[in-house]
Every structure is written in structure tokens, then in C-alpha cells.
């Protein structure tokens, strides 16, 4: 009798434990047939799990070669900090198309809705005498409204995005040509009646790094938005409405509302752009920034989030950003002709557009 | 049924008659057109505020068009188009691209119109019926020769930052910059282009796109590339304006850097006077909008072309620098001349 018991105890003893062994050997089961990886898979691999190395890898590496051909000069502490100075405009109009962009749309009237909202802003508080941080809180007012406008135009005429805003560049932009008559209001003006309009422009010394404290202003917001981007429901929404609008839909997110407060707050992004780009520039004008909303899309493209929405991160578009920086300052250094900054910059969006193709291609 | 279709046709007929005859009727007013390079740029906004003005004095019906941005042909091609088929009289067009506007505005003429060029001759001069311009190259020159001759013999080792217009190199951006050179007396090589140049003084050139964004992105990266740089040629006010910001913020804005501009706006003639731009080239837009809106009265009712200055294949509206700080040898008008003859 023992004997028998012992030989079904050795038994039991030897049949695979289940539980230990799905742990240990039987992983490979439910996993894609990689194959042997070389190289250039395991990169591609790599990436497509962390799509924003790209824009950071681009970004070193052009900031070394820069630094190699034109030396000390682009290579400084100075000028490093300087192009984020340079770009920290864009920036925030890049943060604010990504947020579009993210759902399947585009918004081509960014940098006219920024301009529109400093005109408020200088025109109330220099011209009409009205306390500058309520004129401030007009202007970024003026940008909600002019941004949930598009969502409404968007969702409710049910046009594409597209259109809507090439729509709405136009209107925004002879909107401030009428109120300003083409002029400027001076930034010696703004200095006297509400200084508070340039202290995004101020400078601080940190070690011979010179940032403005709308530089610190931008990578907060870039911050802050990817916060809500990754960390909020009504972030996660904005995701799935780019990936699928159906889908979203029946899942219960309420699209149309969702889409406005989208526009609406890459409307108040854009207004909080609109008092830094008065300490940038110095004086409000109504002529400046005129390539602003193509500009804010290259930062997007080259920062790695597709134009088909649902896919890419916020802080894609700042790397984005920086490397257009970097490329236009360092060719300016290299003595090169003006004409190869634009050149360089057509190749970078397709070669940005072309590595985001590669590293979707993951599996074969 | 029937009868209410009837009826509808037969209205319709009427308003039909009614819209059509104004124009044999004759309600005489003449028809003119002002087709500017862009509608953004101060000038050309205050060019059209002058010939709307003169207009609605001498009874002229004016119509506007303008391009997008400096360069923008095919806007004024489609603006000279609709002008012929409105029944206008006449012209009035400061070209993007004074060469290839020729045949279309060539079209206007042959259709009875009056062409003005204002601002900036076409190729030929003469394709025009008449030019009321500004000479854009000796508004560059006048503030060449001021800085060269403000810096004396210093001239020989100055470094100097060329803020333009853009890539594509419009005919303004063109003449101002290349006759500044001239009168600074640095060799243009081609004068038809700029960037052309070897003289090591030259140390960037870098485009602004003609506003005070443009002008202190362009400046940054010039001082980036030499921070010595002492003279600053700048295509329009605007542009110097964005210049100062960055000398300002590169701590460079205590009267070492001279800044020579042109437009002669009534804020780039404050900004002389501030001490922010050290001479400007005044031009007259006002004066070449209304002689121009007087020039197609005259023909639509006399059949009468105007007349050239003497010596010139033009109306030479001129040009005059601007400066509280007169330099030898160098004609300028003062800071509160420019004042009282400025535009805007």
C-alpha cells in the first residue's frame, strides 16, 4: 500500500507544477516571432516603445555636429540658451497644435489667434488705459474664445479641421489688420503704461546660461500639459478621439464636447503665448509672426506626432522646436547663405516624417 | 400657378434691366484700381489710406487689391484681370514682380486702361504710362553714405550686420540693401542680388521678413556670429525696431551700434528721434497714392498722361534721410521735418 502511495506522491512530484512553470518557461507562447534581431531592428524596436527618442537623439546629435562645424560660437552656454529663447514662441504654439493635432486635426490659425490676443492686450492696457492684468486676462480670453470658436465651427458645420482654420487665419488675421492699421504699438509705450506686459521677456543669468522667464513659462506649460495628457481621463480622451472618433463615441466619450475643449484650451495656451510673445518681440505687432501656424506644425511633425492624431507626445513638439532652433542658428553661424535654413529645414520634416514611418513598421 | 410664374419672370426681367443700366446710364463715376504688394505692411496701408482719400475728393471710385505677401504675382495678376473687366479706368500697382506684370498690365492698356506704377518702376520703366516711385536704391544709399561718413576713418574696419527682407529676394529688399553698400562704398559684385558680396566687413545677412520679430531673431544670430558688430542696415523700421531689442538685450544699446533704416513712417521717424534708429530714408506714399488717383482723373476725362520729373524716366516722389545728427556731405532733413512730413 505504501509503496503505491509513495510511487503516486513521486509521481505528483514530477508532473509539471502549472502555476510555477507559466511563470518560468511557457512565456514564448504568446509573443511575436521575432526572429534573430540585428541591429537596426533592436533601434527600431526600441523606438517604436519610446517614440520621443527620436526628436532627443536628433536633437544631440545636431547640437554636437553644430557645435563641430561651427565651433565655439554655436557651442557656447550663450547661445545654446539663446535658441531656446529663440524658440520659445513657437513652442507654445507647437504645445497647442500637438493638443490638436493629437485628435486628427490641424489648426492653421494658431499664430493668428496668439497675434489677435496681444493686440487686445496692448491695445487696452497702452492705448485705452484699462490696468494691465485685466487687460491680460482679456486677451487670454480672446484666445479661448477665438480656439473654441474652430471647435465649434469643427464639430458643429462638421467641416474638417483644416479648412475650418484656413477659414479662421484669415478672419483672425484681417481682424488684426483692422484694428491696428498695420502699426505697432511700440514697446517704449509698453514700457511706460504697463510694463507687466514684458516680464515673460526678462532675463535671468543662470552660470552663463541666459534664460527669459518665458523660456521656464514654456517648459512648465509643456510640463503641465503632459500631466493632463497622461495622467487625466480627459487627457486619455483626447488620445482616443484621434485614434479612432467612432470608437470613442460608442465607448461614451462625448466627441463634440470633447473636441471644443480642446480648441478652447489650446485657445487659452495660445493666449498665455500671446502675453509671452509681447516680452519676446518687445512691442506688439500685428505683422510678426506671420509664418507662426507652419512653423508651430513643423515643431509638431519633426517632434514625432503623426498628423493622423491618437498617436505621438506633447514633448515631441518642444525637441521639435529646439531643433529647428538649432539647425537655424547653427547654419547662421556656419556662414551658410539664408536660403540653406529653409533647405534644411524641408529636409528635416521629411526625413522627421520618414523615421516615424520606419519605426511603426515594427513587426514584419 | 401659371400665372404667378409670369409674374416673377417679368420682375425678375425688370430688376435685371434696373441692375444692368447704371452702367450706360452713366452714373460717371470713374473707376479706378489700387493693387498694392501686400496689405500688411504699413506702407502700402497708408498708400491706399492716401489714394482712398484723394479718391473722395475728386469723385474716383477706388477698388483694392494686394498680395499676400511681398512677391505674390499671381494675386495681382487675378487684381489686374478684374480690374479690366469692371470697366475701370485705370491702374495703380506697386508690382511684386516688375517683369512678369508687364504683358498682363500690357493687356490693361490695350483695353484703354491707364497704368500708374507706384513705389517701384517696372522692367522697362516705360511699360508703365507713368511712375510715381521713390528710389529705393538711393534711399539705401543716403544711409550708406551717413554711417560711412559718421564713422570717418573707421569705416575701414567696420563690421556690418545686413538685416533684409527675405529669401527670395524682392526688388526692394534688393535696391535698399545693395545701394546702402554702395553708399558705404563696399562692392556689390552683382547689384542685382544681395549676399553676393566678399567684403569681410559685411558679417551676415539675415532676413526679418520686415517686422520686429524677424528683426531681433536675425540680429541675435548676427551678434552670435560676431559680437562687434557697430553698423546695422536694417530693410524697414520695423526691422530695426526687433535690431535694438536684441543689441538692448545684449547690452548694447548705448549709441555704439549706428542704425541706418528706411520707410520714413511717423513711428520710425519717433524712433529717430528716441535715438533708437540712428537715420532713416523717408519715402512718400501718400504723395505717390494721390498724384496717382490725379493722374487717372485726368486721363479718364482729358485723355492726358502725366508728365516725368525733369532729367527722369519717372515722377520722382522723393526720398529724404532723416536724422538729428546731420553728417558732412550727406543731404538730410531733420527729425521734426521728417515729423510733419511723415506718413501714419
Not at chain 1, 29 to 38: K, L, N, R, W
Not at chain 1, 140 to 146: D, L, N, R
Not at chain 1, 172 to 181: Q, R, S
Request: hydrophobic content about 45%; charged content about 15%.
Amino acid at each position: 500500500m505504501n509503496k503505491i502511495s509513495d510511487d503516486i506522491s513521486k509521481d505528483l512530484q514530477d508532473q509539471p507544477k502549472f502555476s510555477e512553470d507559466i511563470g518560468s518557461k511557457n512565456q514564448d507562447h504568446h509573443s511575436f516571432d521575432v526572429g534573430e534581431q540585428t541591429f537596426i531592428k533592436k533601434i527600431q524596436h526600441f523606438l517604436h516603445g519610446n517614440p520621443t527618442m527620436v526628436p532627443i537623439i536628433i536633437l544631440i546629435l545636431s547640437v554636437i555636429s553644430f557645435g563641430f562645424i561651427a565651433g565655439g560660437k554655436f557651442f557656447s552656454a550663450f547661445n545654446l540658451s539663446l535658441i531656446v529663447q529663440q524658440v520659445t514662441i513657437v513652442g507654445i504654439l507647437a504645445a497647442a497644435q500637438t493638443l490638436i493635432i493629437l485628435t486628427a486635426g490641424i489648426d492653421l490659425s494658431v499664430a493668428a489667434m496668439m497675434v489677435l490676443a496681444s493686440v487686445f492686450m496692448g491695445k487696452l492696457s497702452v492705448e485705452m488705459g484699462v490696468p494691465t492684468l485685466p487687460a491680460i486676462l482679456v486677451g487670454m480670453i480672446v484666445g479661448v474664445a477665438t480656439g473654441a470658436i474652430n471647435g465649434l465651427l469643427v464639430t458643429r458645420l462638421r467641416l474638417p479641421p483644416f479648412i475650418v482654420t484656413l477659414g479662421t487665419w484669415n478672419i483672425f488675421f484681417a481682424l488684426v489688420i483692422f484694428f491696428t492699421g498695420s502699426q505697432s504699438i511700440r514697446s517704449s509705450d509698453i514700457e511706460i503704461n504697463a510694463p507687466l506686459l514684458h516680464f515673460w521677456g526678462e532675463r535671468i543669468n543662470l552660470g552663463g546660461f541666459v534664460f527669459t522667464y518665458g523660456a521656464f513659462l514654456m517648459i512648465f506649460m509643456f510640463v503641465v500639459l503632459w500631466l493632463v495628457l497622461n495622467k487625466t481621463a480627459w487627457g486619455r480622451h483626447v488620445y482616443a478621439i484621434g485614434d479612432d472618433k467612432e470608437a470613442a463615441e460608442l465607448s461614451g466619450i462625448r466627441t463634440d464636447r470633447m473636441l471644443v475643449s480642446v480648441y478652447a484650451v489650446a485657445g487659452l495656451v495660445i493666449g498665455i503665448g500671446a502675453w509671452v510673445s509681447i516680452g519676446r518681440v518687445g512691442s506688439v505687432s500685428p505683422t510678426s509672426f506671420y509664418e507662426g501656424n507652419l512653423d508651430s506644425i513643423t515643431a509638431v511633425v519633426i517632434g514625432g506626432t503623426s498628423l493622423f492624431g491618437g498617436r505621438g507626445t506633447i514633448l515631441g513638439a518642444l525637441f521639435g522646436a529646439l531643433i529647428v532652433g538649432v539647425f537655424s542658428s547653427g547654419l547662421s553661424i556656419a556662414g551658410l547663405d539664408v536660403l540653406w535654413q529653409r533647405f534644411a529645414l524641408g529636409c528635416l520634416i521629411i526625413i522627421a516624417v520618414g523615421i516615424d514611418q520606419w519605426i511603426r513598421k515594427v513587426s514584419n | 400657378m401659371k400665372k404667378i410664374s409670369l409674374l416673377l419672370a417679368s420682375l425678375l426681367a425688370v430688376a435685371f434691366t434696373f441692375a444692368t443700366l447704371p452702367a450706360k446710364a452713366g452714373s460717371h463715376a470713374i473707376e479706378a484700381c489700387l493693387i498694392t504688394k501686400t496689405d500688411i505692411n504699413p506702407f502700402f496701408v497708408k498708400m491706399k489710406e492716401g489714394a482712398e482719400k484723394r479718391a473722395n475728393e475728386l469723385g474716383v471710385k477706388l477698388s483694392f487689391f494686394a498680395g499676400k505677401i511681398d512677391g505674390d504675382h499671381e494675386t495681382q495678376v487675378r487684381a489686374v484681370e478684374t480690374c479690366i473687366a469692371s470697366g475701370a479706368k485705370g491702374i495703380l500697382i506697386a508690382a511684386s514682380d516688375t517683369k512678369a506684370i508687364v504683358p498682363v498690365l500690357k493687356n490693361a492698356q490695350d483695353n484703354g486702361l491707364l497704368v500708374i506704377a507706384l513705389d517701384t518702376p517696372l522692367e522697362p520703366i516705360t511699360a508703365a504710362d507713368s511712375t510715381f516711385a521713390t528710389d529705393n536704391f538711393e534711399a539705401g544709399r543716403l544711409g550708406g553714405a551717413w554711417v560711412a561718413a559718421k564713422l570717418g576713418a573707421d569705416a575701414a574696419n567696420a563690421k556690418i550686420a545686413m538685416l533684409d527682407l527675405n529669401e527670395s529676394q524682392p526688388s526692394v529688399g534688393v535696391l535698399r540693401d545693395q545701394g546702402f553698400l554702395t553708399g558705404f562704398g563696399i562692392d556689390t559684385v552683382d547689384v542685382s542680388r544681395w549676399g553676393d558680396e566678399t567684403d569681410p566687413r559685411i558679417i551676415c545677412n539675415e532676413v526679418t521678413n520686415g517686422n520686429e520679430e524677424g528683426g531681433r531673431t536675425a540680429m541675435e544670430k548676427c551678434l552670435q556670429k560676431d559680437s562687434g558688430i557697430n553698423v546695422i542696415y536694417t530693410i524697414n523700421e520695423p526691422a530695426a525696431v526687433g535690431a535694438y531689442e536684441a543689441l538692448k538685450a545684449a547690452g548694447k544699446d548705448d549709441g555704439s551700434v549706428l542704425i541706418a533704416s528706411v520707410d520714413g513712417g511717423c513711428p520710425g521717424v519717433a524712433d529717430v528721434q528716441r535715438g533708437i534708429i540712428g537715420a532713416t530714408s523717408q519715402q512718400y506714399p501718400l504723395l505717390m497714392a494721390s498724384l496717382g488717383v490725379e493722374a487717372i482723373k485726368a486721363w479718364a476725362e482729358n485723355g492726358t498722361k502725366p508728365e516725368n520729373s525733369p532729367g527722369l524716366q519717372f515722377f520722382n516722389t522723393g526720398v529724404n534721410l532723416v536724422t538729428d545728427d546731420a553728417a558732412s556731405g550727406v543731404p538730410s532733413i531733420s527729425v521734426k521735418e521728417g515729423m510733419d512730413r511723415c506718413w501714419g
